[in-house]
């Protein structure tokens, strides 16, 4: 399973990204980590291919995770975006599991990197 990881970007505190993942499988469930610098890497959302959709409590509200079964692709939506969202993004795939344990996740991509400034 490839997965390819896009839309990073440069932005002020408030705005908007979007970041997509292709998914060479299509059929696993897909998640977003994000790794800022010095800090663990961290979960930040996960959606199942039966589009059941788990959020990090620092996101919820703000950013939206949704997919693209025809396009392979599963798309995070950052809205609202704050200086502490700063991190490299990276997706993973499972065939199943959905959780926050990133050594459970079986696929990664490579990162993307969210710069948000104040």
Known sequence: VQLQASGGGSVQAGDSLRLSCINSSGRYAVGWFRQAPGKEREF????????RVYYADSVKGRFTISRDNAKKTVYLQMNSLKPEDTAVYYC???PRYTGTTVEYWDYWGQGTLVTVSS
């Open 44 to 51: 930040v959302s996960s959606i199942g291919f039966d589009g």
């Open 92 to 94: 993973a795939a499972d």
